[in-house]
């Protein structure tokens, strides 16, 4: 199968700090969904896994534009869950879930990491 968007992004965990200082429960509602919310409670070093999640959604979206913009896709489109084995993976839903299918992409790739303070993320359809 072909590639149809690739996208990456990173995100400091800083920047996180910051915005859930200022922004508290009203950001996370806003840019996570609440198995992603549930999930970042558990961490020790909950910033550094949300800002894992912001660049996997910045980067899925990204992969989403190839070819045209996705203006309609918002935070709580893109949802980060892992698989059984543990391996981080993207679910669809709403107008994340419709460009898929405007593209044609019945696979996405998504890749993880951090070191620093700085998480990463980069997604493949395909």
Sequence with gaps: MAVLGVG??????????????????????????????ER??????????LAARIAAKEAAYKALSAGGRAPDVG???LEVKNFADGRPGLVFHGAAQRRMEALGATRCHLSLTHAGGVAAAVVVLE
Aim: proline fraction near 2%; charge should be positive; charged fraction near 30%.
């Design 8 to 37: 990456i992004d990173i995100v400091p965990a800083s920047r996180v700090e910051r915005l859930l200082t200022r922004h508290g429960e009203r950001a996370l509602k806003r840019l996570f969904t609440v198995g992603e919310r």
């Design 75 to 77: 935070w709580q489109d």
């Design 40 to 49: 970042a409670a558990g961490y020790a070093q909950a910033s550094l896994h």
